[in-house]
């Protein structure tokens, strides 16, 4: 195992749903020594799609991990791989993946090019600015234009793809790849499942393509370096492939240009010079700056390096259950080292837990390590209170890391167990789901007393009751899907409340005057501040009343949580005796509830933005039935033979949708849709959620 940071990379396979993540994963293990045959995922026997569900339904659901070497220029190079799920309703996957990689492939379809998906993942790789390289796949496929997608990747992502290879035909006389640096054509030998390349004339009728990519490539490079630049005006044979390589992999690093390749990974064409790729131009440990985060007993920031020396810090960003073994929590080791049976800190929860075991994941198989060092990914077996974005630390050196923060669920039913017996049982299945998945909640409805549970979508909530049945036995009753609504203040609001119990001995007393202001509709949680002159309230009541109203929100007018609040305190008074803190928490939450009384809340729908492709004909079909959704057209782009609708369409109108567009389409098109934002619904609209819409489950 190569122990060198300098060889060991930590990357994400990531796109939009069918550009090919776990067929390419495949290829990867096969090429690599670690499978000796190929999965496929039409026939269900992808290696990285180990779930039941996976297989059945040819998506990935949760991300899985595996480690495979590859040796390069005589030396061994370690990489981590993530396959991470392309379905928006399993975007917490890419989320937490992402947070904890050092690089990425972004894998785009030769057909589809840049999909809504692939816009998603895009945006979360800049959020935790992550190096990437680019995979245009299934140059195979009919309608695959390597040259189009290359443009919608500048233009649609406003990134900077360099070229550093071209495709010898497409559709089905796609055959393989020139080399722009090596100025070198390539083709694979299909008998041995492309193991094999060998080196061909590079085609006559793409000499003058070659000829314009590759003096794009010099200029581009003669920009990010003066010594390129020279030599590119005196003599551009002078310029070596080391150098060329070494300021590609320096403007990746810096995420100044995403290197571009092609194949297909399904004919088993291109796959190698890909995770060659992924050696040369992505990040080794050492190449990502020093982790921060604040040392919980001065909250001071303090830095910890990718080195073995330092002390021990990891990130917990991945919780999840195996029948076998329990509980397993993925880390992502930034500093020191960790050896099995040793205990370690948990900063967040401040308690101490124990690693029984270390292992280092090959999908859902385990292989035990003795110890694990920085820059590595491993899972660890043994730890009982850990949660997603945990940080875990030597107890002498806490530091807390940045946590992993998650989109809001959109929808929810109501379930049941089928029988008494079962309730138990249900309940703690349900806890060990909500471990493994931050974006699955679970709460109890107060006025129905239902259970009910919110997800990312239909299919996310759909997968969880499978796996309640398959996993855990458990049968249930569900209602019908309904909108994760919300609520918002419109208008301020001033109230004053007073909190007086006295019942022998130790009473509670608690005034408050307050006013709640409208915030915009994308503020998030409680913006709270205290106005009280001199010292008629002590500090720590007040973190009461704080306390209090963050709690309140969870209920608004309607019975909907608000999703931000902004409440000053601007007078109170406080008994020598008979005040104390949860006095204060007890009178923040009926004056609230009061306050509340007295004006009108808005309802907050969530607005999806939704992409359809569907072929020329059932154009009309189509946005007829959006107008009919309350959708708001954004554009429609033309391609050659289909279209590409792109609209937001509140969620209350998307349920059963996919039966609708099959219908309507003969079968043709196919759609995607993610969260967008939550926007105030029209009267008529908030009349009907009020009077019939909630009660429909």
Request: aromatic letters at 8%; charged letters at 25%; a negative charge.
């Amino acid at each position: 195992m190569a122990e060198d940071l300098h060889q060991i990379r930590n990357i994400g396979i990531m796109a939009h749903i069918d550009a090919g993540k776990t067929t390419t994963t495949e290829r990867i293990l096969y090429y690599t020594g670690k499978s000796y045959k190929i999965g496929e995922v039409d026939e269900g026997t992808a290696t990285m799609d180990w779930m039941v569900q996976e297989q059945e339904r040819g998506i990935t659901i949760t991300s899985a991990a595996t480690t495979v070497m590859w040796k390069y220029n005589s030396q061994d190079y370690k990489i981590n791989i993530i396959d991470t799920p392309g379905h928006v309703d399993f975007t917490v996957e890419v989320e937490r993946s992402l947070r904890i990689l050092d690089g990425a492939v972004a894998i785009f379809c030769a057909v589809g090019g840049v999909e809504a998906q692939s816009e998603t993942v895009w945006r979360q790789a800049n959020k935790y600015n992550v190096a990437r390289i680019c995979y245009v796949n299934k140059m195979d496929r009919s309608g695959a234009n390597f040259y189009a997608v290359v443009n919608q990747i500048r233009e649609k992502l406003k990134a900077h793809p360099l070229v550093l290879q071209l495709p010898i035909g497409s559709e089905d006389n796609f055959t393989g790849i020139v080399d722009l640096l090596e100025m070198k054509a390539y083709e694979w030998n299909e008998e041995d499942l492309g193991n094999s390349y060998h080196e061909v004339p590079i085609p006559a009728d793409m000499q003058e393509d070659v000829e314009n990519y590759r003096t794009q490539l010099l200029e581009t490079l003669s920009e990010l370096n003066e010594s390129i630049m020279e030599k590119y005006f005196e003599d551009p044979d002078s310029i070596t492939l080391e150098e060329m390589e070494t300021t590609i992999r320096e403007a990746t690093l810096s995420r100044k240009i995403e290197p571009v390749f092609c194949g297909s990974s399904f004919k088993n064409k291109g796959v190698q010079r890909v995770i060659d790729a992924i050696v040369k131009y992505l990040p080794s440990p050492l190449d990502m700056p020093a982790i921060e985060g604040i040392n919980p007993k001065n909250e001071e920031k303090e830095a910890r390096k990718a080195d073995v020396n330092e002390p021990f810090a990891a990130l917990a960003f991945k919780i999840a259950t195996d029948p076998y073994i329990g509980k397993l929590t993925f880390i992502k080791v930034y500093s020191g080292e960790l050896k099995a049976g040793e205990s370690l800190y948990n900063v967040t929860s401040g308690k101490k837990e124990r690693a029984a075991k270390i292992l280092q994941m090959h999908s859902n198989k385990q292989q035990p390590l003795e110890s694990v060092t920085a820059g590595n990914i491993v899972a660890l077996v043994g730890m009982k209170d850990i949660h997603t974005g945990d940080s875990l630390t030597d107890e002498r050196h806490p530091v807390i890391l940045e946590n992993i923060v998650f989109p809001e669920p959109v929808i929810q039913i109501a379930i049941e167990p089928k029988t008494k017996d079962d309730e138990e049982k249900l309940m703690l299945a349900l806890t060990k789901l909500a471990d493994e998945d931050p974006t699955f909640q679970v709460k109890e409805d107060s006025e129905s007393g239902q259970t009910l549970i919110s997800g990312m979508g239909e299919l996310h909530l759909e997968i969880l009751l499978d796996r309640l049945k398959r996993e855990f036995n458990v049968d249930c009753n569900h209602g019908k899907p309904r909108v994760a609504y919300k609520e918002a203040i419109t208008v301020p609001v001033v109230h004053h409340e007073a909190y007086k119990r006295q019942n022998g001995g130790k009473g509670s007393f608690a005034v408050m005057d307050f006013r709640i202001d409208p915030l915009p509709l994308d503020a998030k949680g409680l913006h709270f501040s205290n106005e009280i002159k001199g010292d008629a309230v002590p500090k720590n009541y007040i973190l009461g009343a704080e306390k209090g109203f963050k709690m309140a929100m969870s209920n608004g007018k309607y019975g909907f949580p608000l999703e931000s609040l902004s409440v000053t305190v601007t007078d109170g008074e406080s008994h020598p005796t008979d005040s104390d803190a949860l006095a204060f928490e007890v009178c923040a939450k009926i004056g609230f509830r009061e306050a509340l009384k007295n004006i009108d809340t808005a309802i907050l729908e969530p607005i999806m933005k939704v992409e359809i492709t569907t072929p020329d004909e059932y154009i009309g079909n189509v946005t007829g039935d959006l107008n009919r959704r309350r959708s708001v057209l954004e554009r429609i782009d033309a391609k050659v033979g289909f279209q590409i609708i792109t609209a937001q369409v509140p969620l209350a109108e998307m349920f059963g949708y996919v039966t609708t567009l099959r219908s309507i389409t003969s079968g043709r098109a196919t759609f995607s849709m993610e969260f967008l934002k939550y926007a105030e619904v029209t009267p008529e609209i908030k009349d009907y959620i009020m009077n019939v819409g909630r009660f429909i489950l």
